[in-house]
């Protein structure tokens, strides 16, 4: 009778998952096998009779020093803007999980996820309209202080990283208030009868308890932020030539789409190995 009842478990789950699991092989892995077959092809199927199997896209990326220069940059433009992002987030979501209660958390929680409702491109020009040269920015600085101000922010490095914070802050923010929400207040106040300081609760509780939370946060903001292209491209103009700008001119302006899927295959097996080498740490970290 249990095995029945297990049999039937088994494909009530199968019922439920198969669909989800279905969806995902479709729109993840059949698209990421076509970009495979691409990246290893000498020209595109339609373009060039001739075309054939080879490695010459891979090869590129070792010859052409650029790419890897542009490959580290992205990578250290994602660690400037997760950090970032753990600094303004975690606290926002450490006042809203535990200081802040009522209608003000849900009116604050609702400004955290306003960015969602919006496009991404609405979202980046309206950072141009703040941060170009007599923008909104400038001319407020200028009306309240009395010297003038010209800070120049447009098509810069600082640029791209404010627009870049602005769109995945909240993914830390919603992570790390998740995390903090299901700690129990009934240690903070045994902590606090036992003499624990401010400092030390966040130290010693708060923070290794929530820790899984915002190395969430963390990994879903470095893995888009270091192939991104729009804010780079908006934001930073000349200044805005990155890796993940590098793969979008070969798909939208060269038209060499098996160059950018090699280029784009390269970049996830390095965001790969970086998630990978880190993964013990991580794991340590939560431990």
Request: glycine residues 6%; contains cysteine.
């Amino acid at each position: 009778m249990a095995e029945v009842i297990h049999a039937q478990d088994r494909r009530r789950l199968l019922t439920l998952l198969g669909p989800a699991y279905l969806w995902l092989t479709l729109a993840v892995f059949l698209p990421l096998s076509a970009m495979l077959f691409f990246s290893f092809l000498s020209d595109m199927p339609g373009d060039a009779p001739d075309w054939g199997v080879t490695l010459g896209n891979y090869t590129q990326f070792l010859e052409n020093p650029t790419y890897a220069t542009l490959l580290w940059k992205s990578l250290k433009l994602g660690v400037t803007v997760t950090l970032f992002c753990i600094v303004i987030g975690y606290p926002c979501a450490l006042v809203l999980a535990k200081s802040i209660k009522g209608r003000a958390r849900e009116a604050l929680f609702l400004m955290v996820i306003l960015p969602f409702w919006s496009n991404s491109l609405v979202r980046i020009f309206s950072w141009a309209i703040v941060l170009r040269g007599n923008g909104v920015l400038e001319r407020t600085l200028n009306w309240i202080l009395p010297f003038d101000i010209r800070l120049n922010l447009m098509f810069t490095t600082e640029a791209v990283v404010i627009g870049l914070v602005h769109s995945y802050l909240p993914y830390v923010i919603l992570t790390s208030y998740l995390a903090l929400q299901a700690i129990d207040d009934d240690l903070i106040d045994a902590a606090r009868s036992m003499g624990a300081s401010k400092l030390t609760i966040l130290n010693r509780l708060l923070l290794p308890l929530s820790l899984p939370g915002l190395l969430a946060g963390a990994v879903l903001v470095f893995v888009p932020v270091v192939g991104s292209f729009m804010e780079p491209r908006i934001l930073g103009g000349r200044m805005g030539t990155y890796y993940g700008t590098v793969i979008e001119d070969q798909f939208v302006a060269v038209y060499n789409w098996p160059l950018g899927a090699a280029l784009s295959f390269i970049l996830l097996a390095v965001v790969l190995v970086i998630l990978g080498a880190a993964s013990p740490v991580l794991r340590r970290a939560r431990t």
